[in-house]
């Protein structure tokens, strides 16, 4: 069976600190990857997806980018992290074909003091 | 780019009653997926339901059900017996079928649901 993987589960990082969330699926190969990001009491909002190896698109012009060096490995990253960059991420995965619908991580709650 | 609506931000079901999450969605494809998924404090996004735009019957899972209308783009989801799990946030989907943008979903903003005991 297939699962998602995304570390870590929480993190606390100071303003100008580098950021790197790992996401990694099992079991699946040549999945669509996603990144999105949920403020508070806010929806979903899309910040990456590949759909494949060093294939990223980004949806929003933000202090953030991703990377895709292994098929079923996504990261999120920053240089210098931003307040307004604290929030919950939330790292998807789905098949390219069918009616699948997207599986999500764990999500990481992201605070940036 | 499509876009969903829930212009819900709250509703709240007595332990045991049928409630209908609104969403509305904007899109000038002709085939695509809607889904429901629920949020619950875990914060883990669950399936409740999916439905595809092909399909002109609306899909049920147990307890709960779409009622789709394909040309007034809507897509609402009833909860019938309401339980006290039920209550999280619920999230409307949908999913372009379009390859170059990368099967992309797009979720509303969500309706929270309570469940009164």
């Known amino acids: 069976s297939q699962t998602i993987h995304q570390w870590p589960a929480t993190l606390v990082q100071p303003v100008g600190s580098p950021l790197s969330l790992e996401c990694t699926v099992e079991?699946?190969?040549?999945?669509?990857l996603y990144w999105y990001r949920q403020a508070a009491g806010r929806g979903l909002q899309l910040l990456f997806y590949?759909?494949?190896?060093?294939?990223i698109s980004s949806e929003v012009p933000q202090n953030l980018s991703a990377s895709r060096p292994q098929d079923r490995q996504f990261i999120l990253s920053s240089k210098k992290l931003l307040l307004s960059d604290s929030g919950f991420y939330l790292c998807?995965?789905?098949?390219?074909?069918?009616?699948?619908?997207?599986?999500f991580g764990q999500g990481t709650r992201l605070t940036v003091v | 780019a499509q876009t969903v609506t829930q212009s819900q931000p709250e509703m709240s079901v007595q332990e045991a009653e049928t409630v209908t999450l609104s969403c509305t969605y904007d899109?000038?494809?002709?085939?695509?997926?809607l889904f429901w998924y629920k949020q619950p404090p875990s914060r883990q996004m669950i399936l409740v339901i999916r439905?595809?735009?092909?399909?002109?019957q609306n899909a049920t899972e147990n307890r709960f059900s779409v009622n789709f209308q394909k040309a007034a783009k809507s897509f609402s989801l009833k909860i019938s017996d309401s339980q006290l799990g039920d209550a999280a946030m619920y999230f409307c989907?949908?999913?372009?079928?379009?390859?170059?943008?990368?099967?992309?979903?797009?979720f509303g903003t969500g309706t929270s649901l309570t469940v009164i005991p």
């Open positions: 998807a995965w789905m098949r390219r074909t069918g009616n699948t619908e997207a599986f």
């Open positions: 079991g699946t190969s040549n999945p669509n």
């Open positions: 590949s759909v494949g190896i060093g294939q």
């Open positions: 899109t000038s494809e002709s085939d695509y997926y």
């Open positions: 439905q595809e735009a092909y399909k002109q």
């Open positions: 989907a949908y999913r372009s079928l379009t390859l170059t943008t990368g099967n992309q979903f797009y």
